[in-house]
């Protein structure tokens, strides 16, 4: 009996198809968090409803991502030390006319840009603003998985970031924002080989039980930030005795120790710890430390 014939399939070891096919569920989860936290974070710093809208998390060539980058992309470097390599983020400038806008009671309408313009103080204060809740959320939401350091380093062009290896392979996390009817997007490109060490982690199927509902975590989170908390601290003290209690008459005067220090509390737990002195004619209290620092 002959055996069939067979022919030798090409295979590209610098740039191999696996890589292209592969889920990064633990990924996804991260950036769906990072999404939620970012918006928080917008949302409380400028006073304006941002809410997450849901990215997608895909690996891609780095040719092809440089290709849908908006022509008027901001791009920035970005280390997770201890990770090797760099990352990159890429905010379009529209995203930061967008918020300047509604910030200031626009209607928030997103603009097309065609190329690359000079952003304004305002701008320039919004966008540091943005890579803030950025790094902040990046490195919260990073944390169950490995501890990283977010570190924003130089501003790259498209050209320049199309000059990266033309077999690179990234993956390509898109977080997405709802600002009234408007949406914005802002992407992070993770080099493979940046993620390489963690893959057995990252590429982990999912569980019901390790899913999370993120709109509801936003939600809750929101409303315990707007809880009222009654805050009680001792300004002054002294000791007296039955007898000069009872000896008391209208007009006498109780000396009272200074007090530089006084510890805060809500329902009787300890919170924080303030200075007290004076402030425009007032009694006020300047914060000093947290409670479960001392």
Same mark, same amino acid.
């Given at each position: 009996m002959n055996a069939p014939n067979k022919t030798a399939e090409a295979y590209d070891f610098v740039h191999p198809d696996h890589k292209l096919g592969a889920r990064w569920p633990i990924l996804e989860q991260i950036h769906q968090h990072v999404e939620v936290f970012i918006a928080e974070r917008l949302s409380d710093r400028l006073k304006i409803v941002v809410t997450s809208a849901g990215g997608e998390v895909k690996p891609m060539k780095i040719l092809d991502s440089v290709e849908t980058t908006g022509p008027a992309?901001?791009?920035?470097?970005?280390? @997770? %030390?201890?990770?090797?390599?760099?990352?990159? #983020?890429?905010?379009?400038?529209?995203? #930061?006319?967008? @918020?300047?806008?509604?910030?200031?009671?626009?209607?928030?309408?997103?603009?097309?840009?065609?190329?690359?313009?000079?952003?304004? =103080?305002?701008?320039?204060?919004?966008?540091?603003?943005?890579?803030?809740?950025?790094?902040?959320?990046?490195?919260?939401?990073?944390? =169950?998985?490995? %501890?990283?350091? =977010? #570190?924003?380093?130089?501003?790259?062009?498209?050209?320049?970031?199309?000059?990266?290896?033309?077999?690179?392979?990234?993956?390509?996390?898109?977080?997405?924002?709802?600002?009234?009817?408007?949406?914005?997007?802002?992407?992070?490109?993770?080099?493979?080989?940046?993620?390489?060490?963690?893959?057995?982690?990252?590429?982990?199927? @999912?569980?019901?039980?390790?899913?999370?509902?993120?709109?509801?975590?936003?939600?809750m989170r929101r409303e315990l930030m707007n809880c009222d908390v009654e805050l009680r601290g001792v300004m002054a003290e002294t000791r007296m005795t039955i007898e000069k209690v009872l000896a008391l008459k209208t007009g006498d005067f109780i000396p009272l120790r200074d007090i530089e220090n006084v510890s805060f509390k809500a329902n009787h737990i300890p919170l924080f710890n303030a200075q007290i002195g004076i402030s425009n004619g007032r009694v006020s209290a300047s914060f000093n430390r947290w409670h479960s620092e001392t």
């Open positions: 992309a901001l791009i920035y470097e970005l280390s @997770l %030390q201890p990770l090797s390599g760099l990352a990159w #983020v890429c905010l379009d400038t529209s995203v #930061v006319s967008v @918020l300047v806008d509604k910030y200031f009671g626009g209607t928030g309408i997103v603009p097309t840009v065609e190329a690359p313009r000079k952003l304004s =103080p305002t701008e320039l204060r919004l966008k540091d603003y943005i890579c803030d809740a950025v790094k902040a959320s990046l490195d919260e939401a990073w944390l =169950p998985i490995r %501890q990283v350091t =977010p #570190v924003f380093g130089s501003q790259v062009s498209r050209s320049q970031l199309a000059r990266q290896e033309e077999a690179m392979v990234v993956i390509e996390a898109q977080m997405k924002f709802n600002i009234g009817e408007e949406e914005i997007s802002i992407v992070t490109l993770y080099p493979s080989t940046m993620l390489e060490p963690l893959a057995d982690v990252l590429q982990k199927e @999912l569980s019901a039980s390790e899913s999370t509902d993120n709109q509801f975590s936003s939600a």
